[in-house]
Nanobody, 115 residues
């Protein structure tokens, strides 16, 4: 079974930074697109950033210029560098791996930004 292991969440003041990591099995990681989603209490889960196996990237408008998604193929890991964090970024963040069949999800990691 595909397993995605997340780390890097935490509590920061507005304007601070966090870096999320998500590790997957190498064979699955190399040929599939990956993404980060987030979900705040009472709100719908939303796409934050996505990166293809080739390295093409897109971001939600709300995080453009502040967040950077990247992937390290040698480590089979995708990252989300989050700078200039705002209270509105507070949510549970989920790593997502997209295959032609099912999608797979990490366990979620809490990010809390205080004002």
């Amino acid at each position: 079974q595909v397993q995605l292991v997340e780390s890097g969440g935490g509590y920061v003041q507005a304007g601070g930074s966090l870096r999320l990591s998500c590790a997957a099995s190498r064979t699955i990681f190399m040929i599939n697109d990956m993404a980060w989603y987030r979900q705040a209490p009472g709100k719908q889960r939303e796409l934050v950033a996505a990166i293809t196996s080739r390295g093409s990237i897109n971001y939600a408008d709300s995080v453009k210029g502040r967040f950077t998604i990247s992937r390290d193929n040698a480590k089979s890991t995708v990252y989300l560098q989050m700078n200039s964090l705002k209270p509105e970024d507070t949510a549970v963040y989920y790593c997502n791996l997209r295959t032609r069949g099912p999608w797979y999800w990490g366990q979620g990691t809490q990010v809390t930004v205080s004002s």
